[in-house]
């Protein structure tokens, strides 16, 4: 079994990213901000400067979501 299975089903919050700013991107922030076993920590656009203003129209800024200008690892 799996490190990842093991874990399954314990009281751990599970962290996020989204890689996008279209408008599934906004659901998909919206369900996360909702959910209380989730964090959402990470946006990823083609740009850093779109990735921002994202983050910030979407007031995430302030639960500390960081952007990325890449969908490189």
Do not use: H, P
């Amino acid at each position: 079994m799996s490190e990842f299975a093991k874990n399954i089903g314990r009281n751990d919050v599970m962290q996020f990213g989204i890689l996008s700013t279209a408008n599934i991107g906004k659901k998909l922030a919206i369900a996360m901000t909702e959910c209380k076993d989730t964090n959402l920590v990470a946006v990823a656009s083609r740009s850093f400067e779109r990735a921002e203003e994202w983050i910030a129209s979407e007031s995430l800024d302030k639960l500390g979501v960081r952007g990325y200008g890449s969908y490189q690892a």
